[in-house]
């Protein structure tokens, strides 16, 4: 019985994934117009991309997004959140593997949890990850944790329908659209908990297999290729887009946005309202050298293996990781290795993050009210 309760307010989106000519390119034109708002991007996507669901009567079960959570540590940490008793929203590429991710975690989930939500997008297509977020905004009233954990290693150098270099639109570009759209759900959930007892979290995953900097002349490997090369620098581009999410955040919450301007980009944003944003912790980590898929093709077994793959679940869920002085850092081994530093700083490391949060926006089409 409980099984079936569970099952009962499962969202799960199985309708086959028809993209009309236009919609793909809509998006991708809008890269050279105003960048649109959450409300009017999802929009833009909706209307060719169908899904279908039942509204949950879960309301205060604790709710999170685990984006590639098909297999490795995604799949990991989807059954550790489960089994703590919250409500997982499952994503992958594949309807067979989102199944048998739903069953695996079913499986496992306690304390009330289980999966809420299932649904079959491409990250590979801005269009399917605009749609994704619109089904979580449609169908689940609350996201307390938004884990960005999709990503790739590609053998050779592929553009995807949008145009962009596959590992760099699925590792950054992807996420940075999904946490945008989303960020007035976040933002809602933040604020419903109270200042000071709400636990609101965006996990960003990079690797401690980063490259320098970012590489301005080659973002899609347009100069130069190599498997490693193209993964590595993409995860830099994630710490440098988690960075700067944090700190705008924390501009924001400070009272540096306007309410006008949330206003214009979500009206669910503005009724949260600036300080909501201050209250929702952002964090960036090495999930660990782990045997996964990506691991053995690109380095070999040289990791633990996924079962022992906790530091995403622990950044998650450890109180300690709410503390004012964790916030916003970067974290390999559960130990902080970087920080943000402030926009008054005023050095490279600072012109590195709001130049790429630029080129994100323009890459994208998508402006965050912050």
């Known amino acids: 019985p409980a099984a079936n309760a569970r099952h009962a307010s499962l969202h799960i989106s199985r309708v086959p994934i028809t993209l009309h000519p ?3 390119e809509a998006l991708v034109d809008s890269k050279l117009s105003t960048p649109a708002s959450s409300e009017g991007l999802f929009k833009c996507a909706s209307a ?3 899904s279908t669901s039942a509204s949950s009567s879960h309301s205060e079960r604790r709710v999170a997004l ?7 540590i995604g799949l990991h940490t989807a059954c550790s959140l489960a089994a703590a008793g ?3 929203i499952v994503h992958g590429r594949s309807q067979e593997r989102v199944d048998a991710a739903v069953s695996r975690i079913e499986g496992v989930a306690a304390g009330g949890g289980g999966v809420c939500g299932a649904y079959v997008r491409d990250f590979s297509s801005l269009a399917h990850v605009a749609a994704l977020a619109g089904e979580v905004l449609d169908n689940h009233p609350r996201l307390d944790i938004l884990n960005n954990n999709a990503g790739v290693f590609e053998a050779k150098r592929v553009l995807t329908g949008d145009g962009f270099e596959r590992t760099f639109q699925i590792n950054v570009l992807s996420p940075y659209l999904l946490t945008g759209m ?5 933002a809602a959930t933040a604020a419903a908990g109270g200042t000071g007892e709400a636990d609101v979290r965006v996990l ?19 100069k130069s290729f190599t498997s490693h090369g193209s993964y590595c620098h993409s995860k830099t581009c994630m710490r440098v887009f988690s960075f700067e999410l944090h700190e705008r955040m924390q501009r924001a919450a400070a009272k540096e946005t306007s309410g006008e301007q949330m206003r214009s980009a979500s009206s669910e944003l503005a009724a949260a309202g600036a300080a909501a944003l201050g209250q929702v912790v952002v964090l960036t980590c090495d999930p660990g050298t782990v045997n996964t898929k990506m691991l053995l093709a690109g380095w070999g077994p040289c990791g633990v293996e996924t ?7 622990s950044l998650l869920t450890a109180p300690r990781f709410r503390d004012e002085d964790a916030r916003g850092g970067y974290y390999v081994n559960l130990h902080m290795r970087q920080r943000p530093k402030p926009r008054a700083a005023h050095d490279a490391v600072v012109e590195e993050r709001e130049k790429l949060w630029g080129i994100l926006e323009q890459m994208t089409g ?3 009210p912050f």
């Open 204 to 222: 960003n995953v990079t690797s401690i297999s980063q490259s320098p900097g970012v590489e301005w002349d080659n973002l899609h490997a347009q």
């Open 66 to 72: 685990v984006t590639g959570s098909t297999d490795g």
């Open 366 to 368: 998508f402006e965050y």
């Open 307 to 313: 079962f022992q793959a906790d530091d995403q679940f």
């Open 182 to 186: 989303l960020m007035p759900r976040i």
């Open 48 to 50: 060719s991309i169908p």
């Open 86 to 88: 919250m409500g997982v």
């Open 22 to 24: 236009d919609s793909t």
